[in-house]
């Protein structure tokens, strides 16, 4: 049965962190409200959910679903510029091409906030494989007879699906002939029966990559591996590709992006709560979320670089960011997903 929303709870269907009752809690007490929160691993299933769910009030989810799919069908609604125009000051200027997609494509709407972002590719022990080695190598680490039964792949069907395509040559994000889906769900099904662990929890596969039980593991990024790295372990490393065949690129970076749902019951509630994620100490907060750290895009404002110490830039990999970044493209929407998928 589909939950009835309630006049006093915000409901947010997210990445795992923004639904985490030690983000919320102050939210909930400053404004005398309850949170409730559900995270997904799939971007494609959670915009689904709401194209046909209508008790939600946000959706944190990845870029081109927010231009290619929910603004278009009407399923969140703008911001006010007014309000919010101001906060792209406070993002990185260099990574503008990869904020742009919270802007509708006539730039005159701005869809939702950018928060968390950065590349998502390989997870290496640098102890068992040298970042030189994985950068240049990439995902034909696990073509690797070196490598077989030595590595790992995250559950995140997208950015499999994204990394198998890269692995075997091909742009993800062009229409594929069946020889070529074929060739990419062939890789696919490669990965998981020769991959030790096929898991949607990250957590076990840097428990894994610490342990020295798997060398890599496909489909992670900071995002996954700086909760490794904060607990001492740097040698747990994201890891870029050096080059690949989508315009000379091989990595891919995401972009989170928190929209109000054109449904929402509660969109002054709803407001609140993006004012709120945007304060100095909640985007460190959201940075540094239980289970995953990750850069977030206000970093560029003093008073949100700030708070974060030399340890916490350490944990997120801050000084390979730039680079990590130049050398991927934006996470965009697949159009052989589905195809690849049930094959």
């Known amino acids: 049965m589909t939950p009835q929303p309630q006049p006093d709870t ?53 870029n081109p679903y927010v231009n290619d799919l929910l603004y278009p069908g009407g399923k969140i609604q703008p911001l006010e510029r007014d309000r919010y125009d101001h906060h792209r000051l406070r993002q990185f200027p260099q990574f503008d091409d990869f904020f742009s997609c919270a802007m509708s ?19 290496v022990n640098t102890n068992a494989i040298d970042a030189a080695t994985a950068r240049a190598e990439g995902f034909q680490l696990a073509d690797d007879p070196a490598n077989m039964g030595q590595f790992g792949l995250l559950d995140y069907p997208e950015f499999n699906v994204m990394h198998a395509a890269i692995a075997c040559g091909l742009d993800p994000f062009l229409e594929m002939r069946n020889a070529e889906q074929v060739r990419v769900a062939d890789k696919l099904r490669y990965w998981r029966e020769n991959a030790v662990l096929f898991t949607s929890d990250h957590l076990e596969l840097n ?3 610490v342990s020295g039980h798997i060398r890599f593991y496909i489909s992670g990024g900071v995002y996954t591996a700086a909760a490794a790295r904060q607990a001492g372990h ?29 449904d929402s019951k509660n969109p002054s509630m709803a407001l609140d709560f993006l ?13 540094f979320a239980d289970g995953i750290h990750n850069p977030v895009a206000q970093m560029y404002d003093p008073n949100v670089m700030a ?37």
């Open 105 to 123: 494509r006539d730039g005159q709407n701005i869809l939702g906030i950018c928060q968390r972002f950065g590349p998502f590719n390989l997870v």
């Open 275 to 287: 004012d709120y994620m945007l304060e100095p100490e909640q985007c460190h907060r959201i940075a």
């Open 10 to 62: 915000l409901n947010i269907l997210c990445w795992a962190g923004y639904e985490d009752a030690r983000f919320v809690a102050d939210f909930e007490s400053r404004f005398d409200c309850a949170v409730h929160g559900e995270n997904f691993e799939s971007d494609t299933l959670a915009a689904e959910r709401i194209c046909r769910e209508d008790h939600w009030d946000l959706i944190n989810i990845n």
């Open 207 to 209: 428990e894994a990559l």
């Open 234 to 262: 740097a040698n747990i490393m994201s890891i870029t590709p050096d080059a690949g065949p989508v315009n000379g690129r091989g990595g891919i970076a995401f972009v989170e992006v928190t929209s109000m749902c054109a």
């Open 307 to 343: 708070r974060f110490s030399s340890d916490d830039l350490k944990t997120i990999q801050f000084d390979t960011l730039e680079s990590d970044m130049a050398r991927c493209i934006p996470y965009a929407t697949i159009p052989s997903f589905s195809s690849i998928m049930n094959r």
